[in-house]
């Protein structure tokens, strides 16, 4: 046994159980989950695609691939499903690959407007590849303005609209994306990394009806391993399926795919149905709650698992707050926000979400609790005696509500 390594896993895994983990891209997976992602499909290479494979062996690891599929398809209403992306942002640039040719110009939302770096971010392969343009929300409200997102459409004539984001705490219009896309030749993908879980649990519209391509991470509300999804029209399968393999990756994580496989049994469940509503109560009761404290809230509220403050008539940086919330047992992390005037490693704007503390059984009393707990953090930054004060409540609280 490797002691240094066994000391380590240990040591994150009582951090874990001590904390409270509020960013919303985290969560925790279910004992069937890690089972799969450590059982022997690591041992297995597999090339190629169910009954297509470059090597021999593979009649188990085809049925569960198979099984992943269906079980997507299913889940989401769609046509087509690809389960051997690594992650989200390899399964975007699947889409890439197999929609555009290089220089092809693509429109997805700024980065610091709640989009993603993969949605055409310069520092990216999507915005070194492609000619890259963002639309915007608007600095007022924080919304997307759907007639602006058309005026620019109509100005640039994109090849592909990309929707979704990492830090939008609001719902999406897929109807009117839909509309521009068709209005200007476009074709559109949602990346639904962020609330694919709620889609499957049926608290948020789904796009599948509307838009050509969707992609998705496999964790975060879904509560599956770190993997990626891609969800499409049987007219594009074949197209996706090349970019993925042979383009883009060699043998699939057949391990990964059977953790995949498990979360979307799971994510089918009324349980899990449940738990996507309850997540949602939570971040508007924290939301609430938070704003009742003076936090300027990005949009006044959330619709979501998410939410982002504004920090700035607090005039703390996000940075700041985030390392003096880990300091007392809140882990979140610091964002950019619209019209941002601070720098990406140190902008004005704090993430936090639900799925992993609803995960642990808690409910609105809990969100008091935090909501107190954030807004005594923000008066005492430099204070270590009660950030560590504030540490052992944390820590208290957690022995309630543990997670093996």
């Known amino acids: 046994m490797d002691k240094e390594l066994e000391n380590l ?13 509020l960013i919303p891209s985290e969560n925790y997976v279910s004992k069937n989950v890690r089972n799969a992602l450590s059982s022997v499909l690591i041992n297995k290479y ?3 695609y169910p009954h297509h494979r470059y090597y021999e062996g593979t009649e188990i690891i085809d049925k569960i691939e198979n099984l992943a599929r269906t079980r997507a398809k299913n889940l989401f209403q769609a046509e087509h499903a690809n389960v051997q992306p ?10 890439y690959f197999s929609m555009l040719s290089l220089g092809d110009t693509i429109l997805g939302m700024g980065l610091e407007d709640g989009g993603h770096l993969t949605h055409g971010a310069s520092v990216n392969y999507s915005g070194y590849f492609y000619h890259a343009v963002s639309y915007h929300v608007e600095s007022e409200t924080g919304l997307l303005n759907m007639d602006s997102v058309r005026k620019i459409a109509k100005q640039i004539m ?10 939008y705490p609001r719902h999406i219009d897929f109807v009117a994306f839909q509309e521009i896309a068709q209005e200007v030749g476009a074709k559109l993908l949602v990346d639904m990394s962020h609330f694919s879980g709620l889609v499957a649990g049926g608290v948020y519209p789904s796009p599948i009806p509307y838009a050509d391509i969707v992609t998705t991470t496999t964790h975060k509300v879904l509560r599956g391993p770190r993997g990626g999804l891609i969800l499409c029209k049987n007219i594009y399968a074949k197209d996706i399926d090349r970019a993925v393999f042979p383009g883009l990756q060699g043998g699939p994580h057949n391990h990964t795919i059977a953790g995949i496989a498990t979360a979307l049994w799971e994510a089918s469940q009324d349980s899990y149905k449940e738990y996507t509503k309850q997540v949602i109560k939570n971040a508007q009761y924290l939301a609430e709650e938070l704003m009742k404290y003076g936090f300027q809230l990005v949009t006044g509220g959330t619709d979501t698992h998410l939410l982002l403050i504004d ?4 005039q703390i940086s996000g940075k700041t707050f985030a390392q003096s919330l880990a300091k007392a047992g809140i882990i ?7 019209k941002e005037t601070g720098s990406p490693r140190n902008p004005s704007g704090l993430r936090l979400g639900t799925p992993a503390i609803t995960t642990l059984g808690m409910k609105q009393q809990e969100m008091k609790t935090i909501a107190q707990w954030i807004f005594k953090v923000s008066q005492n930054i430099d204070q270590e005696s009660i950030l560590q004060k504030i540490k052992n409540e944390v820590y208290m609280l957690r022995q309630s509500f543990p997670f093996e």
């Open 9 to 21: 896993i240990y040591l994150e895994q009582k951090r874990q159980s001590e904390v409270l983990r």
């Open 46 to 48: 597999s090339e190629g």
């Open 86 to 95: 690594y992650s989200g942002s390899p399964a975007n640039m699947a889409v």
């Open 158 to 167: 994109p090849k592909l609209i990309v929707c979704g984001g990492s830090a």
């Open 311 to 314: 920090l700035r008539n607090f």
């Open 332 to 338: 979140t992390n610091a964002n950019t926000v619209p």
